[in-house]
């Protein structure tokens, strides 16, 4: 059974969250409409939130890549996808995905990529590439890159 609010009790209920973690307008407005609220009162009270700055998609799109590039080890594709989901607009997507680094990409493609070629097991050599290959596409990675890091890592382990 959702729980009704009032748009005050929205406001200030947002504002806590909004206080302890980033949230996006996205976020906002599906919590608003699990709470009940009108499409016209949710906009009130998002334009609030976002004038005094609780809310600012761009501020949270930036976090959220340096967060999932970081420590989820996300590539730009699931990345990019995930933004979308919340609801952000193109262009503060492609805005945030700028700070990707190509090199610092390719580095922790490969690093990850040596890491599960350690753990994995495997009948022959074209089922590890094709584990591994798979791995790294999961991950959000262009398909050239994560095929360069695999062959970079069978080549360097001598398989």
Not at 73 to 88: E, M
Request: aromatic share 6%; hydrophobic share 40%; with cysteine.
């Amino acid at each position: 059974m959702p729980r009704t609010k009032t748009p005050e009790q929205a406001l200030s209920s947002l504002m806590r969250m909004c206080a302890r973690a980033e949230k996006c307008s996205g976020d906002a407005l599906r919590l608003m409409r699990r709470w009940g609220l009108s499409d016209a009162d949710a906009r009130g009270v998002l334009e609030r939130l976002v004038r005094e700055r609780f809310i600012d998609d761009v501020r949270y799109a930036e976090a959220y890549v340096r967060e999932k590039m970081r420590f989820s080890g996300w590539g730009h594709h699931k990345i990019r996808a995930a933004l979308r989901a919340k609801s952000l607009s193109p262009a503060i997507i492609e805005s945030a995905l700028g700070e990707l680094s190509p090199e610092n990409n390719s580095e922790r493609l490969a690093e990850m990529i040596r890491k599960k070629a350690a753990k994995t097991s495997y009948k022959d050599l074209y089922d590890l590439k094709a584990k591994l290959v798979r791995f790294g596409m999961s991950r959000g990675f262009d398909l050239e890159d994560v095929l360069a890091a695999t062959e970079e890592c069978l080549r360097e382990s001598g398989l």
